[in-house]
């Protein structure tokens, strides 16, 4: 006869009515957290993928600043250009003006004064500074990008020759603006390398000296500020498919943020309904076997003595 | 003729009464630990008849002639083995999961990402300050995360190590125990209630023992149990001798045990549990003394190949080459060297720190902490895996002692009843015996 030892009947009923409270809390505690893992142990291939997914996250959040500085050091060179194109336009009409013979000595001497005005303000565009306060066309200068002799007025380009490319994600970089050279520097007719700033003093000069050599140096003055012209537009081009580039690259980033949040759900979240009926099956069974326990315990042979 | 019938009956009240106590020390002791229900057994007197002729009647009542102690030496031994290997995987998956969490829980990971990312972040722009600075703080926060890990595991081996020596101390204790309940089983007689609850005494010190390592033992036909420990089995208590357990620790905090200098492997038991888990925390603490160390040789020697913001040549930013040593000596932003060498102030070329970048990323400091997490955690998934089987089968171990040794109440409540009937019926016999008596004496008026 085998034996129903009451302790054993104690063990194996502590035994299994422990199990199940524990793995109801497990449950609960999925649900509490939405997630499906708490520690790492309970599911190391998910967690360690978690983590990895945490550090692509916090990368592109990286990525997403630096995008969105080269974004604001384009938008603030594209501005740069589209003034620098008024200023041109209006310096060719001004060559216009002196190029017609009926101009006089004394007109083309004020448009002179002019000239030199338009030449001032576009030195001051392109000594610039972008959002953090670097030269917007130095290249990886530190402070201005052209230099103005104080005697003579020349300004020459002391900017570096490139400028450095910004990574913006997923191995992508991108270069956050133009150096100086690339707009404002161009060849002239004769081959020899200019920028916009030399030929525009040599012009007032020229039709301060007035006679018809100003009239000849005006007519001249506008095939370069043609070039020059098409040189800043050709730029702003450019910088607007760059433009367009880092937005596809957002896009692109965004919908990785998706990704990795679907995939972060897919990987460690809990099921909301599959996790709310286990825990209530768990549950139904737990109280059956707590009521069923009380009763057997209930059922005792020294009740029955009186 | 009538006195055989009256101490007849007072012999089988007696016997009764005897079974009744038995019965009630059964039903005091249900949930004693390691107590093993008694039964008795009553055997009949027989002696010659008096007058020597073989159809005499010859009876002379009952008695007490065992107190039986219902014990199973397999299931005992079957117990205590799957004790012991239940108490080394609890131990073992208890000092794995203080490691996980010491490990997880103190977001080393996360620094690294963090810290990596403070880079990438200076490389948008790296003469701006506020970046320098955030890259300065994201490298102190990782050096304390790595401190705070150190600190956390070192404290973790504390624990299992203070635990270990804790158990050694109770097995020495419990060792002398058993020598001296040997000693008294030797002299106790047969049967009787005292050397059943010396056996009770024994089995319980027993099983005690294999809680703390593998024990395997020999039963000498008086009761008297030889213990040997761990692998290879060591003599620790034979007849009223018991030997010395003794425990080291190892520089790098592993611990190894002898029974009276002669080195054991516990083989089972919380001791051999320390044992493994102290091993699998010293290689953790190996790899991150190498994660640490190669953040800070990647980082420093990227920074002595550059030149800080001022145009000087780049200092160290950490100290330290261990987990539990690893500093931020570098005291501002502006001395993080972005610049190659030979740049001036204020230099904006980056291309020193896309090297830095690159070392680290070589190192790939975060992919290591990354995997000791996984591989412990895997470990602790398996481990929680053995130990849950290995419950069940401790478990039904003890619940097969216990229904083959236990007290069941139900059987006790019909013994009571029983043996009561039977003092009862042995008193009516002795009643009758009066009677007779008293009518004998009454022929003669």
């Known amino acids: 006869m085998i034996n129903l030892s009451t302790g054993a009947f104690y063990e194996r009923s502590t035994t299994q009515i422990g199990s199940l409270r524990s793995r109801a809390e497990t449950l609960q505690q999925q649900i509490g957290s939405g997630q499906r893992l708490e520690h790492s142990s309970d599911d190391p291939v998910a967690a360690a993928r978690l983590r990895m997914l945490d550090r692509e996250e916090r990368v592109s959040a990286v990525d997403t600043r630096n995008s969105q500085t080269a974004e604001n050091n384009l938008k603030f060179a594209d501005e740069a250009f589209g003034q620098a194109a008024v200023m041109i336009s209006r310096a060719r009409e001004l060559a216009l003006q002196a190029a017609n013979a009926t101009t006089s000595d004394e007109q083309r001497a004020s448009i002179a004064t002019e000239l030199d005005g338009l030449r001032q303000n576009l030195l001051g565009l392109a000594n610039g500074r972008n959002a953090a306060g670097h030269a917007l066309f130095g290249g990886q200068a530190a402070g201005n990008a052209y230099q103005i002799d104080s005697a003579t007025g020349v300004a020459t380009y002391v900017g570096t020759a490139t400028l450095d490319a910004v990574e913006i994600g997923e191995g992508q970089s991108i270069v956050p603006g133009n150096t100086g050279p690339e707009v404002f520097s161009f060849t002239d007719s004769s081959g020899a390398q200019t920028d916009i700033f030399a030929e525009l003093s040599a012009l007032s000069t020229a039709l301060r000296a007035g006679g018809q050599a100003a009239a000849d140096a005006a007519r001249d003055g506008l095939t370069m500020l043609d070039t020059s012209f098409d040189k800043v537009t050709t730029a702003q081009t450019v910088l607007g498919s760059r433009l367009a580039w880092l937005e596809v690259m957002t896009e692109r980033r965004t919908e990785n943020m998706e990704r990795i949040a679907d995939e972060r759900t897919v990987m460690g979240g809990a099921d909301l309904a599959v996790t709310m009926s286990r825990l209530q099956e768990m549950l139904t069974v737990l109280e059956a076997s707590q009521s069923s326990f009380v009763r057997l315990a209930n059922l005792n042979l020294f009740s029955m003595l009186r | ?445």
């Open chain 2, 1 to 445: 003729m009538a006195s055989d019938l009256l101490s007849i009956g007072a012999s089988g009240a007696r016997a009764a009464r005897g079974a009744l106590e038995v019965t009630a020390n059964n039903i005091a002791n249900a949930s004693s630990d390691g107590y093993v229900r008694r039964s008795v057994r009553i055997e009949e007197v027989a002696s010659g008849s008096i007058s020597g002729r073989g159809t005499d009647i010859a009876a002379s009542g009952s008695r007490v002639a065992e107190v039986r102690r219902n014990a199973d030496g397999f299931r005992q031994a079957e117990m205590r083995r799957t004790q012991a290997d239940l108490q080394r995987a609890n131990v073992e998956l208890s000092g794995l999961e203080n490691i996980e969490a010491a490990v997880e829980q103190s977001g080393i990971f996360n620094s690294i990402v963090e810290f990596e990312a403070a880079l990438q972040q200076l490389s948008g722009d790296p003469t701006d300050s506020a970046r320098r600075a955030a890259v300065l703080s994201e490298a102190e926060t990782l050096a304390a995360k790595f401190n705070i890990t150190s600190g956390s595991l070192s404290s973790v081996g504390e624990g299992l190590r203070f635990n270990a020596v804790a158990n050694v101390g109770d097995m020495n204790t419990y060792g002398a125990e058993l020598a001296r309940v040997n000693l008294r089983l030797a002299r106790a007689g047969f049967g009787s209630n005292d050397q059943a609850s010396l056996l009770d005494q024994r089995d319980n010190l027993l099983e005690k023992m294999s809680a703390f390592a593998s024990i395997s033992t020999t039963f000498a036909s008086d009761g008297t149990v030889a213990v040997s420990v761990g692998s290879p089995a060591t003599s620790f208590v034979s007849g009223g001798n018991v030997g010395t357990l003794s425990s080291t620790t190892a520089a790098n905090g592993t611990m190894s045990f002898a029974i009276d200098g002669t080195a054991i492997s516990p083989g089972a038991g919380s001791l051999a549990g320390a044992a493994l888990a102290l091993d699998d925390l010293a290689a953790v603490a190996i790899r991150l003394d190498s994660a640490a160390s190669s953040i800070a040789s990647a980082i420093n020697t990227a920074q002595a190949n550059g030149v800080a913001l001022d145009g000087t040549a780049g200092q160290p930013i950490f100290a330290g080459n261990t987990a539990a040593t690893l500093s931020v000596v570098l005291s501002s932003g502006s001395g993080i060297a972005t610049a190659p060498a030979g740049s001036p102030a204020n230099e904006r070329n980056q291309q020193n720190l896309a090297d830095m970048r690159q070392a680290l990323s070589a190192a790939n400091p975060a992919d290591n902490v990354n995997s000791i997490l996984f591989d412990v955690s895997a470990k602790v998934a398996g481990r929680k895996v053995t130990q849950s089987a290995l419950e069940t089968i401790a478990s039904s171990a003890r619940i097969a002692l216990e229904e083959q040794s236990g007290v069941d109440l139900d059987n006790e409540a019909a013994n009571l009843i029983r043996f009561q009937q039977a003092f009862q019926a042995s008193g009516r016999a002795m009643q009758v015996a009066s009677d007779i008596f008293d009518t004998l004496i009454g022929i003669g008026r």
